[in-house]
């Protein structure tokens, strides 16, 4: 038996599920944001934005969320 390993109630489990379904929701709810922004820009401008571009400045953004978060 290891004595580190814990068990969690089924409440437990559904808690951390949620928390996960809503972190996922709201990566999914900025990334769209962000695109669509990016998108009017483009057509605002005329220039194209790289996919590449636009998948990085999304990866920043959230890591720096994630980093604003922890801090609180």
Known sequence: MNPRAALL???EV???LRELEAD???RTRIAQRLKKEEEDAAAATGHPV???LRTIEV???LVSCYQCK???
């Open 50 to 52: 790289s996919e590449n």
């Open 9 to 11: 109630s089924n409440y």
């Open 14 to 16: 559904l808690q951390l």
């Open 59 to 61: 990866e920043v953004r």
């Open 24 to 26: 996922h929701i709201a």
């Open 70 to 72: 922890r801090l609180f």
